[in-house]
């Protein structure tokens, strides 16, 4: 499936709800308040992904809000995991509840997770997560090792004078773990628009990680770049989503937990499906995506205009 530009879409990020049991402090605020009206099913979510994958989608990502707040989410995963095409199933989440239920989530069909990690030290991360443990975090990463989901990927958001000063000791743990550690650029989306000030580039990231070299294969289906110390046994990712754009090879496309297409991570332009969801109606749904896709946009705003929180988005 392509686009009107030629870029091969086959890389679905599926949100399965906008709420988290964190506030992380640039993703959403403690006084949340109503984030949604009603999901997606399982079943809708699971129709969308065979119709998706009819049109060439493989990899698919379900992110929230944390996934691990619905009950069906191993219902999620077991269904597209038996879609035709679909080649990964990976799951991103703040580790908060994951270690409990990873063997169930393996079973399903969970191919990977990405766990976020943005601090090393326990009352920082409470701080940054307006009440998170940390200690969960690493029993989630324990628990996923043990379930045989691997690679783990660890992710951090870069805000300068917050928890910039770790991102050597983030990427140490890349040394004696197979683990790979992702740094990202803060974003202009929701509760981070306008902290330009707060932004550490990706150029001043690897600088600071004493310029580590490149590694030249690609990694995964994303769109980071990936390095490794001396001696590691896992990578360093850097994801530049602001300081140099990755558009012109974006291969990706989101559906929000309320069941709109977003061709762009920070354009509000979206796309309501849910008319389409229903059984009997794919191919008009296969219709509307291919319209979609066609018009995805050729790059971001030149200001983005992604009003909305990350966790109502899924990133």
């Not at 200690?135 to 989901?149: M, R």
């Not at 946009?297 to 009003?307: H, K, L, M, V, Y």
Request: net charge neutral.
């Amino acid at each position: 499936m392509f686009d009107g530009l030629g870029r091969e879409i086959d890389y679905l990020r599926i949100s399965v709800t906008p709420e988290c049991d964190l506030r992380c402090y640039y993703c959403l605020p403690a006084d949340l308040g109503e984030t949604h009206s009603r999901l997606l099913k399982a079943e809708e979510i699971i129709r969308f992904v065979q119709v998706a994958a009819g049109l060439g989608v493989s990899r698919v990502r379900l992110t929230g809000g944390e996934p691990l707040l619905r009950a069906d989410l191993e219902q999620i995963i077991a269904g597209i995991k038996s879609v035709p095409g679909i080649k990964e199933v990976s799951m991103t989440t703040n580790g908060q509840r994951f270690a409990d239920r990873a063997h169930a989530l393996r079973a399903a069909g969970l191919d990977r997770v990405n766990i976020s990690l943005d601090t090393l030290q326990p009352d920082r991360y409470r701080r940054f997560t307006n009440g998170g443990d940390i200690a969960k975090v690493f029993a989630a990463i324990s628990a996923a090792e043990h379930a045989g989901i691997v690679p783990i990927r660890l992710n951090a958001v870069v805000v300068r004078g917050v928890n910039d000063d770790e991102l050597l000791d983030l990427a140490n743990l890349t040394i004696g773990h197979p683990w790979d550690v992702r740094f990202i650029e803060l974003m202009s989306i929701g509760e981070g628009r306008g902290w330009h000030d707060k932004v550490v580039s990706a150029k001043d990231i690897w600088n600071a990680l004493g310029m580590p070299e490149e590694v030249a294969a690609k990694v995964g289906g994303g769109p980071a770049r990936y390095y490794r110390l001396p001696g590691a046994q896992g990578k360093i990712g850097i994801i530049s989503a602001v300081s140099e754009h990755f558009c012109g090879s974006c291969n990706r496309i989101r559906l929000t937990a309320q069941g709109t297409i977003r061709p762009c991570l920070l354009d509000d332009r979206e796309i309501d499906i849910r008319p389409w969801l229903a059984e009997g109606a794919e191919p008009l749904l296969a219709q509307q995506l291919q319209t979609t896709i066609l018009g995805k946009p050729s790059a971001q705003p030149q200001t983005p205009r992604a009003r909305r929180r990350m966790a109502e988005i899924g990133g």
